[in-house]
């Protein structure tokens, strides 16, 4: 059994072979994270960072710490026209050529975003998704 303190000798140092084990710190929920973009952030506006998608919440001014939703039940625009219905379930992607959902990864360029929770029709100009990555 290691000794109080984590398998630190004396409290504070590492015993000698043992492996020592890094923890994680619960900081919050995680429906929405922290971000401070370079330019004015407009209210609904789709951030891409990386693999991750988010959506502000509310404006955010540049330079200026504000919130991204990165879970939730959002509308997202999509395109319309044949051939563009998307059926409950499906995953979505983020297109941020074109500012829209798509069922298509666009061979690893869109963004995963999460799944849809509302078929949406051809004629349609929003899905309902349910943001998780």
Known sequence: MPPAGGGMAGGGDPI?????VMTATF????????YTPG????????????ELVGVAVRAIPANTLGALAVEGVLDFPKAT??????TVGAQLYWDDTNDVATTSDGAGANKAIGKAVLAAADGDA???????Q
């Open 81 to 86: 026209g044949g051939g563009t219905a998307i």
């Open 39 to 50: 330019a004015d952030v407009a209210a609904g506006a789709v951030v891409v960072q990386g």
């Open 126 to 132: 929003t899905v309902r998704a349910r943001l998780s």
């Open 16 to 20: 000698p072979g043992e492996e020592q």
């Open 27 to 34: 900081v919050h929920e995680g429906t929405s994270i922290d």
